[in-house]
């Protein structure tokens, strides 16, 4: 097998298959970063949970398999699917996820909660322990086809909750977003029992696309209660999705559509349970590789969050010993209802100096030495105001002659919707000044100055020689080309 090349400073397997970021957390300024991983082949397979640490977020640490499959029992005998790390009031920490009896996974029924124990300080090693007993799904109209996928919802009143996605494939506008309340005695611990308690979010309701919703996130932020609406607080929802094409078991057939939503809103209780009521959304990546995200607090009150980048889209990828990395770390910040989103300061910290700028005359930037780590920084002049940076596109190429083009048109789609009295959803454009681009041995990262983000990669083209502009008025855009210190 053809090997694949070293990122420097994305988070990659070792060995096999990696997707879903699980569990994130951080214990006393160690990062830990579990991930859906089959170690056994760079395919889709039997789900473990990998874990990886760091102490900068930029060089990670791989330790042994936290859970293997059917370890504790049969109840994850058919994989150990996504879900989240919670504290444990004697100081020990707790993996709630998704487990699988041997068989079909995701047959109707089958899907049930799972929780493993760790009691290393480092959660090195985790052993099921038979609880929670979460399994209960709930009738819906047309019934459910997937559920699985745990989040953590802790408000100011009420009973900690789990947040489960599920859905129905063949049906639009089917996905949901499921509340399960704890039901455990008074001292107890809050994650041995649950019960269901209400769809928090119906994608018809919030005219979102989806049969079926996965990796729910949901953050409450601020203390300002929304006006008029005791005991309300305002919330941020992030929810992967999907689309398939009916016909045989659903977990064979193509996914035709998927995504990964943000919306800020109110959650509020209902006398049927508590309900979330979006007022703004957009997309959370204007790339083609970003999915499948997880966000996380941390002690100097940031929160950040990682994403799937699914390289298995990629052609560079067949053949390779492994597949599959995270995204870069975000950090995530809500302004004005809107998500905002730039690289850690991890990462920014470690920009190095310029090495080329784009040449005026020839709209080019040619680099000292080849490159697989580099940061490309495309700004718009002030006085240039038509169109942004949307008509334009960053040609990089490397030593061979391969080129790889980010088209920067992404910029001009829009970039939060804000829905009015009548339900329906008005969207806001903007005008993107400002693209910073990391590039990683052919993982493509984008950020720009109103707070989007985009994804990409090529991993054919892993070291990059020099740097073209393309598009109209070069002479009104600076490109600056830096290194990365990994």
Known sequence: MTVKPAHGFHLAPLRGWMNDP?????IAGTHHVFFQHNPHAPTFGLMHWGHATSTDLVHWTHHDTALTPGAGGPADAGGCWSGVAAPLPDGRWALLYTGIPAGRPSSPGNATGCRAVSSDPTLSAFAPDGAPALAEWPETDPPLTDWRDHALLATSNGPLRQVIAAGTCGAPGAGRLLTYRSTAPEGEEQYTAWTYESVLLHAEDAGLPGQVFECP????????????????????????????????????????????????????????????????RGVVDHGDRFYACQSYSTGDGRRLALGWLRTQDDPASRDASTVGTQSLPRHWRVVRGRLEQQAAEELVSRVGEPVAHLDAETGRAVLPAPLSQLVVDVHLDEDATAGGLSGRGVVMTGADGRSTTVDLGWTALTSTETRNDEGLWAPTARTTRSVRIFVDAGLVECFTDDGRAAAFSDLGNPTIASIHLEGAATSAVTVVVRTMDV
Request: glycine share 14%.
């Open 22 to 26: 699980n569990g994130l957390v951080e």
């Open 217 to 280: 996130d949901v953050w409450v932020y601020g203390d300002e209660e929304p006006s008029g609406r005791a005991g309300a607080e305002r919330a941020l929802v992030v929810l992967s999705w999907y689309d398939k094409v009916v016909g045989g078991h659903p977990t064979d057939d193509p996914v035709i559509a998927s995504g990964a939503l943000w919306l800020t809103g109110v959650l509020h209780s209902t006398p049927q349970g508590l309900r979330f009521e979006p007022e703004h």
